[in-house]
Nanobody, 115 residues
Framework: QVQLVESGGGLVQPGGSLRLSCAAS????????MGWYRQAPGKERELVAV???????VYADSVKGRFTISRDNAKNTVYLQMNSLKPEDTARYYC?????????WGQGTQVTVSS
């Protein structure tokens, strides 16, 4: 199974920015999809953004215009740039990747938006 390691979470004030990174142990060019999900306490895990192998992207309505997903194939890394953060963005963020039909998850990184 492919290993995914997230980083970049932390505490930020409302309106601030963070960039999450997800480093994969395999060549991400082979991934059919790579994306970010989040889970807040007491809530189900939800899709935040996903990038498909052809380069198309899909975003949750709640983050459109504020978050941007991108990938660097040379570094086998996917990023999530998060701007204009809101308290409701507080959650644990998980990286997900599908390689050869098998889904892998990272351990997650905590994002807390609070003044």
């Amino acid at each position: 199974q492919v290993q995914l390691v997230e980083s970049g979470g932390g505490l930020v004030q409302p309106g601030g920015s963070l960039r999450l990174s997800c480093a994969a142990s395999a060549n991400i060019f082979s991934a059919s999809t790579m994306g970010w999900y989040r889970q807040a306490p007491g809530k189900e895990r939800e899709l935040v953004a996903v990038i498909i192998s052809g380069g198309n992207t899909v975003y949750a309505d709640s983050v459109k215009g504020r978050f941007t997903i991108s990938r660097d194939n040379a570094k086998n890394t996917v990023y999530l740039q998060m701007n204009s953060l809101k308290p409701e963005d507080t959650a644990r963020y998980y990286c997900n990747a599908v390689f050869w039909g098998v889904a892998s998850w990272g351990q997650g990184t905590q994002v807390t938006v609070s003044s």
